[in-house]
């Protein structure tokens, strides 16, 4: 059963990767106070590497399965230490080579609070269909939770971060799992993990929530932040408008 589940959604999101043409890989954004943010892995789910005033920041890692892969990039962008890793949730997609990063890298993980336990203990936080339809189509995936190396992490938040002496905020941003949270890099690229999804042309909303009303309001949390550009945890990057159309629809 999980087995088909997660060929199932493997299958879904690489078939509208291909199908929408995601070009996110290597691509970098730069901010007005130098920095910058580059996807360094990408299909399946996104992993970005943000670099500024002297400190290096990974944000989620990707699928234990593709460690190779982004230990090669990590390798191709001359990354030697990694200061903070930034956790949007406790997904064995996003956290698959946290434990890892931490231990080879001596980065400082970084998680909201309410997700610290299932990454201590190495478990997923479930994957709760959002809406009847999906419910129905993803019948499967109901409490679809499957493990990863546990991960100890070293800092927790409640609603907000800054990292010291960073332009770099964390923003708690429930609704796809409890503790979801969004990376603020110099008030121009928002890192959103997976409240809002890249991979529709005509949808952000994620199949998978906890809490509808949590997403929306995440959503409206979002908007306030004033970023240029939001890139998710799939798919490809969206801009400010699709997060306005998508406030105007859920009214």
Same mark, same amino acid.
């Given at each position: 059963?999980?087995?088909?589940?997660?060929?199932?959604?493997?299958? @879904? &999101?690489?078939?509208?990767?291909?199908?929408? /043409?995601? %070009? $996110? #890989?290597? +691509?970098?954004? *730069?901010?007005?106070?130098?920095?910058?943010?580059?996807?360094?892995?990408?299909?399946?789910?996104?992993?970005?590497?943000?670099?500024?005033?002297?400190?290096?920041? @990974? &944000?989620?890692?990707?699928?234990?399965?593709? /460690?190779? %892969? $982004? #230990?090669? +990039?990590?390798? *191709?962008?001359?990354?030697?230490?990694?200061?903070?890793?930034?956790?949007?949730?406790?997904?064995?997609?996003?956290?698959?080579?946290?434990?890892?990063?931490?231990?080879?890298?001596?980065?400082?993980?970084?998680?909201? /609070?309410?997700?610290?336990?299932?990454?201590?203990?190495?478990?997923?936080?479930?994957?709760?269909?959002?809406?009847?339809?999906?419910?129905?189509?993803?019948?499967?995936?109901?409490?679809?939770?499957?493990?990863?190396?546990?991960?100890?992490?070293?800092?927790?938040?409640?609603?907000?971060?800054?990292?010291?002496?960073?332009?770099?905020?964390?923003?708690?941003?429930?609704?796809?799992?409890?503790?979801?949270?969004?990376?603020?890099?110099?008030?121009?690229?928002?890192?959103?993990?997976?409240?809002?999804?890249?991979?529709?042309?005509?949808?952000?909303?994620?199949?998978?929530?906890?809490?509808?009303?949590?997403?929306?309001?995440?959503?409206?949390?979002?908007?306030?932040?004033?970023?240029?550009?939001?890139?998710?945890?799939?798919?490809?990057?969206?801009?400010?408008?699709?997060?306005?159309?998508?406030?105007?629809?859920?009214?």
């Amino acid at each position: 059963m999980i087995i088909s589940t997660l060929i199932l959604l493997s299958a @879904l &999101v690489l078939s509208l990767n291909v199908l929408f /043409r995601v %070009k $996110l #890989l290597h +691509r970098t954004w *730069h901010t007005p106070n130098g920095y910058s943010v580059t996807c360094i892995l990408s299909r399946l789910s996104n992993v970005y590497l943000v670099r500024g005033n002297g400190i290096t920041v @990974l &944000v989620d890692t990707g699928l234990a399965s593709r /460690r190779a %892969k $982004l #230990l090669k +990039r990590l390798r *191709h962008y001359g990354v030697e230490r990694i200061d903070y890793l930034l956790l949007t949730h406790a997904h064995f997609d996003h956290v698959g080579n946290a434990a890892y990063v931490q231990q080879a890298y001596g980065a400082q993980v970084v998680v909201h /609070r309410a997700e610290a336990e299932l990454l201590a203990s190495g478990q997923s936080a479930p994957f709760v269909p959002a809406t009847r339809l999906w419910r129905l189509l993803l019948r499967s995936a109901r409490n679809f939770a499957p493990a990863f190396e546990p991960c100890a992490p070293n800092l927790q938040f409640d609603t907000s971060l800054t990292l010291p002496g960073t332009h770099i905020s964390l923003h708690h941003t429930p609704g796809h799992t409890p503790g979801s949270a969004s990376v603020l890099v110099d008030g121009t690229a928002l890192l959103t993990g997976d409240a809002l999804l890249g991979i529709f042309n005509f949808s952000i909303n994620n199949p998978f929530a906890i809490s509808a009303e949590d997403m929306r309001n995440s959503w409206k949390t979002l908007a306030t932040l004033g970023a240029r550009v939001l890139l998710p945890g799939h798919g490809s990057l969206k801009r400010p408008a699709h997060l306005r159309r998508a406030l105007r629809r859920a009214r």
